[in-house]
């Protein structure tokens, strides 16, 4: 969760911070859209935040800041269409059981919950499943408050260009204070975990992502056992386990062991490969079905920084093993696995699998150890693949390393150009990644 403390906020991991000129806190569009006007009135830069779950800069302003946590309100279900209306800072943890209410659910989610909607779409935040668009494909409209003091309705027939843009816009358009989501029928997941040899994974991993609705896997640096995970909906009742089984295994295994090992490798770095190859030795079988926002969603307590990228799903394979070797070569202290997920394509201009079937490649360095070398290595390893950074992960990449990549940049900066003239809503991220 982010902080706002003694005029100083912080992000969820407490390494991105900044010193707004005020903090607003709307509870409607209404007090949100005069909170705007007045930033605008005063000649203020303004930045909205959600859960401030983002790795980078994107929410940091010496500006005004809307903080959307008071925005949180289901706004309207329609049963008939599965669609529902959400402000902008509904969390996702708190959304799941909502849509369950009605008998809906979201078609797929990450493993993360803790981020606003109106955030996690900004970001092109995603889950598993090459039949699965990333989050923001499952906006069917979006109110956006703009500098102007506008308030668009935004979908396929009204101003589609503005809602393709909106739908993955780095806050950089203005404020989204609502949105529609594309819901389905509620379902029940069944998630299968079990450790496999990588060579083996990879070596059949077209034949695993499309034989399964979702498939993921996890891998260790300094070893060669894939943590593989498949997950398969039904219209069954779920059957969930018992509550101390599955704290047992989130708690103690995936938190608390994780965080030990990781605070001896911080300690004595020279004992990382051990750790890591301890750590995939005790990886075991384990099963969940359940409700499908208890599914998706993992407890992550050990703190860590990250950066992710998506690349053509055809590479996958060859980034894989360029990463791990790269670790191996220059024996670097990296306590935390590489993280494989794969998406289908969808339309959203900023979009990280815009036009393209993707698969994401995650990596992660523990709180208080040295990162950037490691990142830096990875990224100029995905440049090779026309790799997109997650934006909401760390990144090196700037305007002129990114237009290339999108084939609609020209078309979002052209809303962009349309909808905030003035640059209301820009900040260093904004204009490091998308330009002045």
Request: with cysteine; hydrophobic share 40%.
């Amino acid at each position: 969760m982010a902080r706002a403390r003694g005029g100083v906020w912080t992000n969820w991991t407490g390494d991105q911070r900044c010193a707004p000129s005020s903090v607003v806190r709307p509870g409607t569009e209404e007090e949100l859209v005069a909170a705007v006007g007045r930033a605008v009135a005063e000649g203020r830069t303004v930045r909205a935040v959600g859960a401030g779950h983002s790795f980078t800069d994107c929410a940091c302003t010496d500006g005004v800041m809307i903080d959307l946590s008071r925005m949180q309100r289901v706004l309207a279900v329609d049963p008939g269409r599965c669609r529902v209306t959400v402000q902008g800072g509904a969390r996702l943890h708190a959304l799941g059981p909502q849509l369950a209410a009605h008998g809906l659910a979201l078609e797929n989610q990450g493993d993360v919950d803790r981020q606003s909607i109106a955030g996690a779409i900004a970001t092109a935040t995603h889950g598993t499943g090459a039949r699965f668009p990333n989050l923001a494909a499952q906006a069917a409209g979006l109110r956006l408050v703009t500098a102007a003091g506008e308030v668009l309705d935004l979908d396929e027939d009204a101003d589609r260009d503005a809602y393709l843009a909106s739908r993955v816009s780095l806050g950089a358009l203005g404020v989204v204070s609502a949105v529609t989501l594309q819901c389905v029928p509620a379902y029940t997941l069944h998630r299968r975990d079990a450790p496999e040899p990588l060579g083996d994974v990879l070596e059949r991993l077209d034949e695993h992502v499309d034989a399964h609705e979702h498939f993921e896997f996890f891998v260790f640096p300094y070893t060669r056992t894939a943590l593989t995970r498949r997950t398969r909906r039904s219209a069954a009742e779920p059957s969930p386990p018992p509550r101390w089984r599955r704290l047992l295994q989130e708690e103690v295994v995936e938190n608390a062991g994780l965080g030990l090992a990781c605070r001896a490798g911080r300690r004595l770095p020279r004992l990382v490969p051990a750790l890591d190859r301890l750590i995939a030795a005790a990886m075991s079988s384990a099963e969940v079905e359940d409700v499908s926002h208890r599914v998706y969603a993992t407890r992550r307590a050990v703190r860590f920084t990250e950066m992710e990228y998506a690349i053509p799903r055809a590479h996958a394979r060859e980034a894989i093993e360029r990463v791990l070797a790269l670790v191996e070569r220059r024996r670097l202290p990296i306590l935390f696995p590489l993280e494989v997920r794969f998406s289908a394509a969808d339309d959203a201009f900023l979009s990280t699998a815009h036009a393209r079937e993707s698969c994401y490649v995650a990596v992660h360095q523990y709180r208080g150890m040295e990162f950037e070398a490691y990142f830096r290595a990875v990224e100029a390893i995905m440049d090779d693949f026309g790799g997109r950074p997650h934006w909401g992960k760390r990144h090196y990449q700037r305007a002129a390393t990114l237009r290339e990549r999108y084939p609609r940049w020209d078309a979002f900066q052209a809303v962009r150009a349309r909808l905030d003239p003035g640059g209301t809503f820009a900040n260093d991220y904004t204009r490091r990644t998308l330009g002045a």
